[in-house]
């Protein structure tokens, strides 16, 4: 790519499905981002458009850092996956389409971009977006996050590569994420914090 992407192609990336990268514009500006290497036409009806690799990193690169807690999506937000610990949430039916589309789309990313187009493992995204990902999985197979005043799942970041920290009641609601998360092709290990005795999941995306 010699020169950057005019204004007008800048805003059909930046509004891109923040999971699956589909595109929405006219046929000249997709056209446009195909060339450029930027978008790829799905060989499969409808034929919608994706980002490519190269099409992400440039919506990365213009990304305004989040902040540490995921705020729950509004109409002129983005999508985010509710990580625990929120202050407020909507638990509307509109929220549960949101999250059910979400899943769909990052399966589908699934699909377009590991070697073998497996579903049942995850993809290079997540494992860009650990936290993101684990949480994803948690809410569409219908978990309730930790809210101000009720009990639920939190994910966390970790020190280790390509792991996140799964926080739940202990007991079955614990082993009920780690069945979630394996499922969704995590592999996951129950510990013990050495000060509090509390209990936790260690969650890592399985490659094979």
């Known amino acids: 790519m010699s020169r950057p992407p005019s204004a007008a192609q800048r805003r059909v990336i930046d509004a891109a499905d923040p999971v ?32 490519t690799p ?22 002129d937000r983005v999508f985010a996956a509710r990580v625990g610990g929120e202050e407020a949430a909507d638990d509307g ?8 589309s979400a899943w ?3 399966l589908e990313l699934r699909r377009m971009t590991n070697p073998d187009g497996a579903t049942d493992r995850p993809c290079g995204w997540e494992r860009k977006h650990l936290v993101r990902a684990a949480a994803l999985a948690l809410e569409a197979a219908g978990h309730p996050p930790e809210g101000p005043a009720t009990a639920g799942y939190r994910v966390r970041a970790t020190p280790q590569p390509e792991a996140v920290a799964v926080y739940a009641p202990a007991g079955e609601p614990l082993r009920a994420c780690a069945a979630t998360l ?5 592999q996951t290990g129950e510990y013990t914090q050495p000060r509090t005795r509390t209990r936790y999941l260690l969650a890592s995306p399985r490659r094979v």
Do not use: I, M, Y
């Not at 039916?93 to 059910?100: K, S």
């Open 93 to 100: 039916p509109g929220r549960a389409r949101e999250v059910h």
């Open 54 to 75: 190269a099409g992400h990193r440039v919506r990365e690169e213009a990304a305004v850092p989040q902040p540490p807690a995921v705020a729950p999506a509004e109409p």
């Open 20 to 51: 699956s990268g589909r595109l929405r514009g006219t046929e000249a500006q997709l056209a446009a981002l195909v060339k450029r290497g930027l978008a790829f036409r799905h060989p499969r009806p409808p034929h919608d458009h994706f980002l």
């Open 182 to 186: 394996e499922r969704a092709g995590w």
């Open 104 to 106: 769909q789309g990052l």
